[in-house]
């Protein structure tokens, strides 16, 4: 099987508020963006992994793992999507290949979650992501903040990534949405917006997005268990 990474890794942290951009934080000695890309290179099958990078990055390069010749680098955008878009444009295959999205700020993905996203899509033949079902009772409320009413949460999940889509269709996706002016959070709102069926696997809790600087804590611990 073929397969291809991309990581959108040019964001600027602004609610981490630390010194340098968050994926540049270290946890057990590693930055959180070399934590993500292991991850993904350790996948079977997988052929190449991009990197969208701020423009004004220096970091990335003295990063030894660059040096992985499946590894390629390009200058992300000014949303998560545009970084996206840049990267995918820059992947080393052709359109029927499959590409996972994985953000760089979640740096404790763990092998068995990929293998099940990566399973149901081979075997369903239809793009998936991680998701994980909310526990929380969740209220929409209106613009005063006052609950309007309780959603069913049963049909409730939080996305994560990896997000894994066929290259082609999820670049046209991704092109369709925006030129239709529709809100692109993740690559499969694209994709749902194009029409297309996306699989909830479940994920796990682990696999959280480093947003705020209590994060760090909890990732690290959660990094320190991995192999136990
Ligand atoms: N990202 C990106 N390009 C952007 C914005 C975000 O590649 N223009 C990446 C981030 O580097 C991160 C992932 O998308 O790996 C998820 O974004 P988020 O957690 O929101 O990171 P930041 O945008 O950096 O943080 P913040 O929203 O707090 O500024
Ligand atoms: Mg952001």
Redesign the pocket.
């Known amino acids: 099987r073929v397969l291809h990474g991309v990581i959108?890794?040019?964001?600027?942290?602004?609610?981490?508020g630390s010194e340098i951009?968050?994926?540049y934080l270290r946890l057990l000695g590693r930055t959180l963006l070399e934590h993500s890309l292991h991850a993904m290179l350790r996948v079977p099958g997988m052929q190449s992994v991009t990197l969208?990078l701020h423009p004004e990055d220096t970091t990335a390069a003295g990063l030894d793992i660059l040096g992985d010749a499946r590894v390629n680098t390009v200058a992300?955008?000014?949303?998560?999507v545009?970084?996206v878009q840049a990267a995918l444009r820059a992947v080393p295959g052709t359109r029927d290949d499959w590409v996972l999205v994985h953000?760089?700020?979640r740096p404790c993905l763990q092998q068995d979650d990929v293998m099940r996203l990566v399973d149901v899509v081979l075997t369903q033949g239809e793009g998936a992501i991680l998701a994980l079902p909310v526990v929380d009772t969740v209220k929409l409320a209106d613009a005063q903040g006052k609950a309007l009413r309780t959603l069913d949460r049963n049909r409730l999940w939080r996305a994560q990534t990896p997000q894994m889509f066929r290259l082609g269709e999820l670049l046209d996706a991704l092109e369709s949405a925006q030129a239709a002016g529709a809100t692109v959070t993740d690559e499969a709102s694209a994709m749902e917006h194009a029409g297309y069926p996306v699989h909830l696997v479940p994920g796990a809790a682990s696999n959280l997005?480093v947003?705020v600087p209590e994060d760090l804590q909890l990732a690290e611990w959660y990094l320190s268990r991995q192999g136990e």
């Open positions: 959108p890794a040019a964001g600027i942290g602004t609610r981490m951009p968050k994926q969208a992300g955008g000014a949303e998560r545009d970084s953000d760089a700020a997005k947003t």
